[in-house]
């Protein structure tokens, strides 16, 4: 090493030169000071990003969200109590509904009033897992104002995309369409086959020529009967604007069973 003044050799740092005299301090600490310096920035830095991925991307398990919903029935009053029957079955379809979308149940109360809060590990669930809570769930086939066939005649449920002939195009083709195709019980066959029966033999594209099925108080499909159908099972074919993430939430909701009430939500937190 060199005097920084006289440029004549040293032996060591932290001595007088013996030349010229001048003092030279070593500093070693302040150069790697000089490193750690931007690694140290580098790793908050990182550690910032991370804490900011957690929190915008749900990562936040610790916090819990409380649903609270208050059950109604059909005729649109307020339940002031629920029975011990009922809240037991509204808990397992609950967490059924719950279960299907993946969100992670911590508990589910009656906390008196008509009310139910759920306890949610995480963030709140998306408007469609909302809603699926709230409703009642009754699918129900009906021909000519009588009920054919209803949820409770169903054993299961699956959603899938349905090749359907276009009749509607001059030359021969196929669309696909998200379908759930569901399986019901023997009383249910004896019933279905009757309808369809009649249905076929009606006048094309009349209501008679129809089978109507609901969820709830909605219309979700009016088939077209073109011939009687001797079976335990059958498809339910959405509309062109509906998706198979559509028809997986119908299943889903079928499969879970039906609520003795609707579930209005009143809270959230």
């Known amino acids: 090493m060199f005097c920084g003044n ?18 030279h301090e070593d500093k070693p600490t302040k150069k790697a ?16 990003g991370i804490v900011f991925f957690v929190l915008q991307f749900g990562g936040d398990s610790s916090r819990s969200t409380y649903l609270t919903f208050q059950a109604i029935v059909e005729d649109g009053n307020t339940v002031t109590s629920i029975g011990n029957n009922d809240f037991n079955s509204a808990e397992r379809i609950l ?24 306890e949610i590990n995480g963030r709140r669930p998306g408007d469609e ?8 769930g009754m699918v129900r086939f009906n021909y000519m104002g009588y009920n054919i066939i209803t949820s409770h005649n169903i054993f299961s449920a699956y959603a899938f ?8 195009m001059h030359e021969a083709s196929n669309i696909e369409q998200p379908a759930i195709a569901v399986t019901f019980d023997a009383s249910a066959r004896t019933a279905f086959r009757q309808a369809t029966r009649y249905a076929a033999a009606a006048a094309h594209g009349s209501d008679e020529n129809r089978i109507f099925i609901y969820l709830d108080d909605e219309q979700i499909s009016a088939p077209l009967v073109t011939n009687e159908i001797d079976s335990t099972e059958t498809i339910i074919t959405l509309g062109v604007d509906s998706t198979l993430q559509d028809a997986r939430n119908l299943a889903y909701l079928i499969n879970s069973g039906v609520l003795p009430f609707r579930l209005d939500l009143v809270d959230n937190d």
Do not use: W
């Open 6 to 23: 006289c440029a004549q050799p040293m032996s060591s740092m932290n001595e007088c030169c013996k030349h010229c005299g001048s003092f």
């Open 33 to 48: 000071n000089n490193y750690l310096m931007p690694a140290a920035l580098i790793a908050f830095a990182v550690l910032i």
């Open 95 to 118: 967490r059924n509904r719950l279960d299907a979308h993946n969100v992670d149940v911590i508990a589910i109360t009656s906390i008196g009033s008509g009310q139910i809060t759920i």
């Open 129 to 136: 897992v909302i809603d699926s809570l709230g409703r009642i």
């Open 161 to 168: 995309m349905h090749e359907v002939s276009d009749i509607f």
